[in-house]
């Protein structure tokens, strides 16, 4: 076994003065336990409800809702009493332990973040900011110590379908809060032992950040994410000593091409920057288990790196406030762009073809550079006009069930309507990631019988409609099996674009 210190010592140092500066404030369960395990459903309840007990004109704690063997999920809401009513805030939101009992770091700092907010060093963040804090989101995954929730479904990759208490609990918070700023966090694990560790190696990375890179979000919005908050989110975390780096796609194999982070809806940081919010998703350094530690699986330099990571974005936002605000703003009022990007992937970079490395050698844990085809540029196509409305004429209970767990607003036709639509037929059923061939119709004449939906796309969900419900987009859920099995080749598509909306 190898003694991994890195910069664990300073790191733990840092983390034992914090721990005694603040011996008058509650020790989080982590510290409680001397760094020697990570923190239990229960003990997180507790301690939120410490903090609220201390600080009941500061915080309180919302129940957003119950995992599958029945656990609270549970948000911390701080709001300064001073706040003026009307005043322009800043609303944040902080999530973690989405991978549970596998990436408990972030929910871990979160609590120390939550006392620092309440009685700490942060507490003047809340003279301009609303923090809302949930870390604990994946309950059971935490105490059953998986990186899954009880059902095994990875919940990261879950917000299309929505088919777990877990997901639809974090979908709902979004609506909820209507954050400003959200910040989801996450730990990434060195040793891919199933995949990378066979070929001996290892990732080195410390810190990654990535942010809503959907096409079909607010373009200013984006724009902003990626040319300013990002380059000065990352000098900020590297300037105070850990370096960090646009997040780099999972690395399984030395022979793989590198990709940036996902662009579908099916993570919850993409859907956060869809409904208009500058969304951050952060992984930091995840050490393999089998290496000997200072603290039970270097738990309090883990600790610490998102720490780091989760003070540097609070101070970043709130230094921005006034730009976040108006850019959110504007991305919230863009309810009918003219046109919206379904498909979007990555490809090899003419102008870049290779990118080169570090992975280190698992035996050695010396560096070696590895070079990589760069796959990082984005692709887009099936960009399509934004029509008024949605009409789905068939499958509607299923379809009615998704568009709930989704919070979007449709109307039931009480009678059969005439409507002027724009059909749709596919070649074949959609796959997963490849572009889905299709051929439109010009505008017709639809009876639509009693029972169908009509979805308004002028609503803050519309842009979220039409990228689940039209099979070229690559965050459609037309894209899994058991709503691909709906879709008839060479067949008009039963939902239809309708360019003028409903009567």
Request: a positive charge.
């Given at each position: 076994m190898h003694r991994i210190l890195d910069a664990s010592k300073a790191l733990l140092l840092t983390a034992l003065i914090g721990t005694a500066a603040c011996a008058e404030t509650p020790p989080t369960p982590l510290e409680a336990a001397g760094y020697s395990r990570h923190s239990t459903s229960e003990e997180v309840s507790a301690y939120l409800a410490t903090l609220v007990a201390r600080a009941p004109a500061l915080a309180r704690t919302e129940v957003l809702g119950r995992s599958v063997q029945g656990r609270p999920i549970e948000a911390l809401v701080l709001t300064a009493p001073t706040a003026e009513a009307g005043a322009p805030r800043l609303k944040v939101l902080l999530v973690g332990s989405q991978h549970g009992g596998a990436e408990p770091a972030g929910g871990e700092a979160l609590l120390a973040i939550a006392r620092d907010l309440t009685e700490g060093d942060l507490r003047p963040l809340l003279d301009d900011l609303d923090v809302v804090l949930i870390p604990n989101a994946n309950p059971d995954g935490r105490d059953l110590r998986r990186r899954a929730n009880a059902n095994r479904v990875n919940i990261n990759t879950d917000f299309v379908l929505l088919s777990q208490p877990e997901s639809r609990a974090l979908a709902q918070a979004l609506t909820r809060y209507a954050p400003h700023a959200v910040l989801d966090t996450h730990e990434s694990a060195v040793l891919k032992r199933t995949t990378l560790a066979r070929e001996g190696c290892l990732t080195d990375f410390d810190a990654q950040f990535e942010i809503a890179n959907n096409p079909a979000q607010p373009a200013g919005l984006r724009a902003f994410a990626q040319d300013q908050v990002l380059p000065a989110l990352l000098a900020r975390v590297s300037a105070a000593g850990l370096p960090a780096n646009h997040y780099i796609g999972e690395i399984v194999s030395t022979r793989q091409p590198i990709s940036n982070g996902g662009l579908t809806?099916?993570?919850?940081?993409?859907?956060?920057?869809?409904?208009?919010?500058l969304s951050v998703l952060v992984e930091t350094r995840l050490d393999p288990r089998h290496d000997r530690f200072a603290s039970y699986r270097n738990i309090a330099v883990r600790v610490q790196r998102q720490l780091l990571c989760i003070r540097s974005f609070l101070a970043e936002v709130h230094a921005r406030r006034a730009a976040i605000l108006a850019h959110t703003a504007a991305a919230r009022t863009a309810l009918k762009p003219p046109v919206l990007t379904l498909f979007a992937g990555y490809a090899a970079d003419p102008d870049h073809p290779t990118v080169t490395l570090p992975l280190r050698r698992l035996d050695t844990r010396t560096l070696e550079p590895i070079r990589f085809a760069d796959h990082r540029r984005v692709v887009t196509a099936d960009t399509v006009p934004y029509p008024a409305a949605l009409v789905v004429t068939d499958h509607t209970d299923r379809l009615r069930e998704l568009l709930d767990h989704h919070g979007i607003q449709y109307t039931t036709l009480m009678q059969p309507t005439r409507l002027a639509v724009v059909a749709t037929r596919f070649a074949a059923r959609?796959?997963?990631?490849?572009?889905?061939?299709?051929?439109?119709?010009?505008?017709?004449?639809?009876?639509?019988?009693?029972?169908?939906?009509?979805?308004?796309?002028?609503?803050?969900?519309?842009?979220?409609?039409l990228l689940l419900l039209d099979p070229r987009s690559t965050s459609s859920v037309f894209r899994y099996p058991d709503y691909a099995a709906l879709v008839t080749p060479a067949a008009d598509f039963f939902v239809y674009h309708a360019p003028d909306g409903a009567p």
């Open positions: 809806l099916r993570n919850f940081r993409n859907t956060a920057g869809l409904g208009g919010a959609p796959g997963r990631t490849d572009r889905v061939p299709a051929q439109p119709s010009g505008r017709t004449s639809l009876t639509v019988k009693a029972g169908g939906l009509v979805i308004d796309l002028a609503q803050p969900g519309g842009r979220k409609a």
